[in-house]
């Protein structure tokens, strides 16, 4: 009986050391990934799964134009084993100075924009590329090849993860086609106070009004004279509606709006995803409520 009762014990203990391997294990993080996106976050989270811990810089409905990363984000990015930016210039203010403090290896940085073929605008790169479901597809692969190099045991869920979420991608392209072709052509105008959504006109066939120059695109306020060649250009065009993004200050909307008589329309999110509960706390569901509002509004 002593016997039979060690034996069970015996085993009782082999079963839970084996639970214990297989269970936590499988639930602890390899990689320590920081983003300076909460944006792409989203990706390296969609593709690394629970091998990946993912920490965004920029924090919900923030610029990324106008932020400043803390003494905190120092050591996040000193102890992280990938550092993923979207790059063309769209951090290089303060990234830099970011990697120089926290004497990152320049080996764990890669800045994704260098993977998708970027839109130039008068010599200007325009970093915005995450408004085109198509290339995000390109920085998906991106961010698998670099979380497999690091974590090669993980490269077949990475595979499989980025696989999923490119499906997801394509779903998402198909829906926007169709919710754009409700729009007639000439009906698709987009009046924006910042140029951010080149990518997103360029995808499905919208035509940009008022924010076009190049300076904009790296958030810079338009001068005098670009303001008065943007009222100029709405009021040839008649556009009914002028966008302004969650992150950018709303005057010169209220003062294109006052000389135009468009109405405003507020709520496109373009630089950041929002928090839980907002409709657009992930990529995919960021994207669809800036079609729907769009659509909506020129409809």
Same mark, same amino acid.
């Given at each position: 009986m002593f016997r039979s009762i060690t034996v069970l014990v015996s085993a009782m203990a082999l079963f839970a050391v084996a639970c214990s391997d297989t269970g936590p294990a499988d639930e602890m993080a390899v990689l320590n990934v920081v983003t300076t996106s909460n944006i792409v976050a989203d990706w390296a989270r969609n593709v690394g799964g629970n091998r990946v811990e993912v920490f965004s810089l920029l924090p919900a409905q923030a610029d990324p134009h106008s932020f400043r990363? !803390?003494?905190? &984000?120092?050591?996040?990015?000193? /102890?992280?084993?990938? %550092?993923?930016?979207?790059? +063309?210039?769209?951090?290089?203010?303060?990234?830099?100075?970011?990697?120089?403090?926290?004497?990152?290896?320049?080996?764990?940085?890669?800045?994704?924009?260098?993977?998708?073929?970027?839109?130039?605008?008068? !010599?200007?790169? &325009?970093?915005?590329?995450?408004? /085109?479901?198509?290339? %995000?597809?390109?920085?998906? +692969?991106?961010?698998e090849d670099e979380l497999s190099e690091l974590d090669p045991d993980g490269a077949a869920q990475y595979r499989n993860d980025a696989g999923t979420y490119i499906a997801a991608l394509d779903e998402l392209q198909e829906w926007t086609l169709k919710q754009v072709a409700t729009l007639p052509e000439e009906r698709r105008l987009l009046a924006t106070t910042h140029d951010s959504l080149r990518y997103f006109a360029e995808t499905y066939g919208f035509t940009l009004v008022g924010g076009t120059f190049g300076g904009n695109i790296a958030g810079q306020e338009p001068s005098a004279e670009e303001m008065a060649t943007i009222v100029d250009t709405i009021i040839e065009t008649k556009v009914d509606a002028v966008f302004v993004e969650n992150a950018v200050n709303d005057r010169l909307a209220r003062t294109i709006a006052e000389e135009t008589g468009a109405v405003i329309v507020s709520g496109v999110r373009t630089g950041s995803l929002a928090g839980p509960g907002s409709g657009a706390e992930t990529y995919i569901n960021m994207l669809r409520s800036n079609v729907e509002l769009i659509v909506r509004s020129l409809q």
């Open positions: 990363p !803390g003494a905190q &984000d120092v050591t996040r990015v000193a /102890d992280a084993d990938l %550092v993923l930016s979207v790059g +063309l210039a769209l951090e290089a203010e303060w990234l830099s100075k970011l990697l120089d403090s926290a004497s990152a290896d320049n080996r764990r940085v890669v800045a994704l924009g260098e993977s998708i073929d970027p839109i130039v605008v008068s !010599g200007v790169v &325009d970093p915005h590329f995450w408004l /085109d479901p198509l290339r %995000v597809k390109m920085a998906v +692969l991106q961010i």
